[in-house]
């Protein structure tokens, strides 16, 4: 049965007239009759049922859009390929690829061998690319093939991965180069001193023995801490929720730092008394390397000054200043990473292990607070933590019931 809005109305109109003028001018009316019916037949028999190509691009026009709405908003970069063009790209895909990548050649847009072998397999699979938009960018491309002509693209980002990777590597092979140092120094002096009898008290053995315990404090400071780092690290998603009054524990720390010998050329400035939520050991730490620095580069006979203030309203801010050759300015921003010296003959002879910024920058950031370091050129060096500060009366007010009159 042929629904009525498939009646091809305009068109029985049309053949009703012919044949009526047909037989106005006298021709048989068997014939008109005929033709009126072939006429009649052959519409219902084109409008009944549209041609199966038709059907076809109407669906995919459908399929395209709803697969268009479905993607665009996604995080992921996703592309539709049809006969190998772009089709669909999501507002991710034209961030990452450009605006103009739409009808392009999907070869043409990717340019990796490694991506281009994999558009032209028959059936999906996926591809590890390098370099796709930046030099170092690492992509994962995953291509699911619908059908003969259209294929889905989807680009995931390896990048953390590969930098998580890369970072492990250095520092495996800086971590066994430092430790290898002290090592083969301590090795070497034990097999001298083996093959020189049982006298020690020649000044060659002594020297000898000094090196020893020198190296080996040394590596036992590095091991100390890389342990610290790894705990700082592992614990940098935990907020501490600890109350501190900052003032006593930076005036304490400090001077566990500086020691006997150098305590009087402490200059401390604590202003402030600020209360923070922290990790009493970490915040210390933070301290203690901050000062040891301070002393170690700073020139000899010269204060090393220790504030404490109020950088701006809910801020904390310690300052910890040097006098000393300063750090040329190129340097300043590689300081927190693991291992880095500006000096390494000078850091290495001061006993410096090269991750006292690297564990004070991890510990800073697990407190939600920030490291900035400032330096000039024969002027010294200020290394300034600003932390988050705490109103132990707002909390006491927040935490404290509900006050309701009993009736």
């Not at 009649?40 to 399929?63: D, Y």
């Amino acid at each position: 049965m042929v629904s009525r809005r498939t009646i091809p109305v305009t068109g029985i109109w049309l053949a009703g007239l012919t044949s009526g003028v047909m037989a106005l001018l006298g021709l048989d009316l068997v014939l008109v009759c005929g033709v009126l019916g072939v006429w009649i037949g052959s519409l219902f028999l084109v409008t009944s049922t549209p041609p199966e190509n038709q059907t076809a691009k109407r669906n995919k026009r459908l399929s395209m859009s709803s697969m268009r709405e479905l993607v665009e908003n996604s995080s992921t970069p996703v592309l539709v390929t049809e006969k190998g063009n772009i089709a669909i790209a999501n507002r991710s895909a034209r961030k990452l690829l450009g605006t103009h990548i739409g009808g392009q050649d999907a070869r043409v847009v990717f340019r990796q061998p490694a991506a281009i072998k994999l558009l032209g397999k028959k059936k999906g699979g996926q591809a590890l690319v390098r370099g796709l938009v930046r030099r170092q960018d690492v992509w994962r491309i995953n291509r699911q093939v619908i059908d003969e002509e259209l294929a889905v693209i989807e680009l995931i980002n390896q990048n953390a991965e590969a930098d998580v990777s890369r970072a492990h590597t250095d520092f495996v092979a800086n971590a066994s180069h430092e430790l290898r140092t002290p090592l083969a120094s301590i090795i070497g002096y034990v097999e001298t001193l083996s093959e020189s009898g049982e006298n020690f008290d020649t000044p060659m053995s002594q020297k000898f023995l000094g090196t020893i315990e020198r190296e080996a404090k040394r590596m036992q400071h590095l091991i100390s801490d890389l342990m610290s780092l790894s705990r700082v690290e592992a614990e940098k998603h935990d907020l501490p929720d600890k109350n501190l009054e900052l003032a006593p524990l930076v005036e304490r720390a400090a001077r566990d730092a500086a020691g006997a010998e150098r305590t009087d050329w402490l200059e401390f400035e604590l202003a402030e008394k600020p209360i923070v939520q922290g990790d009493q050991q970490q915040l210390e730490q933070v301290i203690r390397n901050l000062v040891d620095n301070a002393f170690k580069y700073g020139h000899d006979d010269t204060y090393v000054r220790v504030r404490l203030d109020n950088s701006r309203p809910g801020e904390a801010r310690i300052t910890v200043s040097d006098t000393g050759d300063g750090i040329p300015s190129e340097h300043v921003p590689h300081l927190t990473r693991r291992f880095y010296r500006t000096d390494p003959s000078r850091s290495r002879a001061s006993g410096g292990t090269g991750l006292g910024l690297a564990i004070v920058k991890h510990i800073v950031e697990r407190h939600r607070g920030r490291l900035d370091i400032q330096s000039t050129e024969g002027v010294g060096t200020r290394v300034i933590v600003r932390l988050p500060q705490v109103d132990p009366e707002a909390e006491a007010k927040d935490a404290a019931p509900a006050f309701r009159p009993t009736s």
